[in-house]
């Protein structure tokens, strides 16, 4: 399910380039590429069905309730993404330059930094569709989203007792 993403032209000659972090990141800020918050921010919010809400303080967005992307480490400049195992080792492989674990346990659960600075539009346009989609397939394969549409519209929770609303 993953994407390919494509290679950005040598600054100085013709034919492939070596994309360190410091070449791409070069090329991002000449070109006019460098993603920041305000972009990734806009891209999620742009996906049917995603809310935007604050996690401990920090942005982060859901789609049928569960999260499925944030914006936790944008002091860094990183956007988090909440991939599946398979998915996060294909990103990191395929664009070591733009992808990296989450240090710790988090990353060991899939979830994925991604480098504003050196993501076009394209690639984080579809990095963040892809975490979107494993999430709004998961939530299909749960029935998520028609639990919450449920108690959202028939209970309220009060002391522990679900209660009609009147």
């Known amino acids: ?11 100085t000659q013709p034919g492939p380039v070596n994309l360190c972090p410091l070449r791409m990141v070069e090329y991002s800020v000449i070109y006019g590429w460098p993603m920041k918050a305000a972009d990734f921010r806009k891209i999620a919010l742009s996906m049917e069905g995603v809310e935007e809400y604050s996690h401990s303080g920090l942005p982060a967005f859901r789609v049928g309730g569960r999260k499925f992307a944030s914006l936790a480490s ?22 070591p330059e733009i992808f990296l674990s989450i240090p710790g346990g988090w990353g060991r659960m899939g979830h994925t930094h991604i480098r504003l600075a050196a993501a076009s539009e394209e690639v984080l346009t579809g990095a963040l569709r892809t975490a979107w989609k494993l999430r709004v397939d998961k939530n299909a394969k749960t029935g998520r989203k028609a ?4 108690r959202n519209k028939l209970t309220t929770k009060k002391r522990g007792k679900r209660r009609p609303l009147l």
């Not at 399910?1 to 600054?11: E, G, I, V, Y």
């Not at 944008?74 to 664009?95: C, D, K, P, R, S």
């Not at 639990?147 to 449920?150: F, I, K, P, S």
Request: proline residues 3%; negative net charge; without cysteine.
């Open 74 to 95: 944008q002091a860094e400049g990183f956007g988090n993404l909440m991939l599946t195992l398979e998915e996060q080792a294909a990103f990191v492989e395929e664009a």
């Open 1 to 11: 399910m993953h994407f390919r993403f494509t290679r950005a032209p040598s600054l």
């Open 147 to 150: 639990h919450v549409a449920e």
